[in-house]
């Protein structure tokens, strides 16, 4: 099979609706990191790094102390499915790597996202400089990692070009040599055979 991108995979699976069990799949990992992230947090702008179809823009918009929730993903599908869904919040179909927001924001989040990018610290350096205020937070949460080993037969089930597979420790140190501090990193919804979603964050 030819592999594709990972925007032009996504941008299948909003036309053909695969984009609605990602939802389904992903929420009780994204609660938790939710929940953690907003606990301290007095009013707050948010983003969500690769968006998919707007789904925790939308959900987090409606927290009674959120001022701004924006979506980034770099399919085409998925922001006119997040955009057709949604008129009050804002959508931007761009490559993370490329984009940096007018004002800096308060919380960054992201799902299932980091592992597309074939050199995934430079992706979080750049969310550190470019999108973070001093003293505010990235959470990322991944499922496809080196010590959840029924993960690594995705790339080829899903024809996916870029999947960059790391352990837990690397992880976690690309958050360390970026500079962000009072990380942490837990498991969400960890079984026998499934190691859960990995969650790490830290603040600027
Ligand atoms: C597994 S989906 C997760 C979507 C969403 N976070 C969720 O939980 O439903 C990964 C998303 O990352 C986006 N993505 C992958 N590589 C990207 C890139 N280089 N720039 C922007 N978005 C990207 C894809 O288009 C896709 O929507």
Redesign the pocket.
Known sequence: MKRK???D???D??INGK?VG??K??KFS?DNMIKFSIKKLDYFTFL??????G??VRKVSKLNKCIKSIG????QK?IEKAKSIDKKNKYY???????KPKNKIDLVH????FY??KNPKK?IKHIYSSWLKKNSRLIM?IDYYYENKISHSWPNECGIS?MSLFSEKKWENFFFEVGFKEIKTWKVGETKKWRGTLVITGIK
């Open positions: 991108l990972p925007v995979v996504f941008s699976w909003a984009d990602m939802e799949n992903h994204v969500d790094a690769g968006c998919g179809n789904w925790v980034i993903d770099g399919s998925m179909c761009e490559d993370l790597l490329d984009w992201s799902m299932e996202v597309y990018f992706l949460g870029i």
